[in-house]
């Protein structure tokens, strides 16, 4: 994936829109914006001025390449919810364990 596409990507998760609500905006297909987010197409200038518009930018702001302190901040963000996901996954791994033993008690006593 290129800067760009990686860009075009971070926006439009910052909007919490999905790839079918940007490409309805552009009025475009869904493939034809994914291949935009991932590089595989090229962008043109009168394609860039729409996404920049969508997202209240100017062109010059989309095609900047440095880290910008929003940006940071929803990275920072993003890993932080990324690690309370994993800490509930082995929450939940935890508890299957639980009511798999219970499940196995019960079955024993039931036996008995």
Do not use: C
Not at 31 to 41: L, Q, V
Not at 44 to 57: A, H, P, V
């Amino acid at each position: 994936m290129n800067a760009l596409g990686k860009k075009i990507r971070l926006l439009r998760h910052q909007k919490g829109w999905s790839q079918e609500d940007v490409a309805k905006r552009l009025d475009i297909s869904i493939p034809a914006f994914s291949k935009i987010e991932t590089g595989i197409t090229d962008v043109n200038l009168s394609r860039l001025d729409q996404i920049s518009r969508l997202f209240g930018l100017t062109m010059v702001q989309l095609l900047a390449t440095n880290d910008s302190e929003e940006e940071k901040k929803y990275v920072s963000e993003l890993a932080v919810a990324n690690k309370k996901l994993q800490d509930r996954d082995t929450e939940v791994i935890e508890l299957q364990k639980k009511v798999i033993d219970l499940y196995e008690l019960l079955h024993k006593k039931s036996t008995v």
